[in-house]
Nanobody, 117 residues
Framework: QVQVAESGGDLVQPGGSLRLSCAAS????????MGWFRQAPGKQRELVAL?????????ADSVKGRFTVARDSAQNILYLYLQMSSLKPEDTAVYYC?????????WGQGTQVTVSS
């Protein structure tokens, strides 16, 4: 069973930076897509960034140029990092890590990011 866990959410001032981490375990992850989604209060969950199994990365228009994803692996654990900079109040949301492995989709519990002065 694949397990996904996010960390790194915090309260940050507008213009600040933050890095979120996602760790996925429980599979050989031979072909896996990983991504970050977010959900603000009263809004639908939306894609932030997606890294395909082939290494292609797609960003939402609202975060292009400000957010960057990076992937790493160690001992059958896959990591996906989300480096966020120039944060805006509208980036406030619960951020979720998503893993698609062998046709099944897995979600973490989410981590809260609040951008406020």
């Amino acid at each position: 069973q694949v397990q996904v866990a996010e960390s790194g959410g915090d309260l940050v001032q507008p213009g600040g930076s933050l890095r979120l981490s996602c760790a996925a375990s429980g599979s050989d992850f031979s072909f896996t897509a990983m991504g970050w989604f977010r959900q603000a209060p009263g809004k639908q969950r939306e894609l932030v960034a997606l890294r395909t199994g082939g290494g292609r990365v797609v960003y939402a228009d609202s975060v292009k140029g400000r957010f960057t994803v990076a992937r790493d692996s160690a001992q059958n654990i896959l990591y996906l990092y989300l480096q966020m900079s120039s944060l805006k109040p509208e980036d406030t949301a619960v951020y979720y890590c998503n893993v698609v492995d062998n046709g099944s989709q897995y979600w973490g519990q989410g981590t809260q990011v609040t951008v406020s002065s």
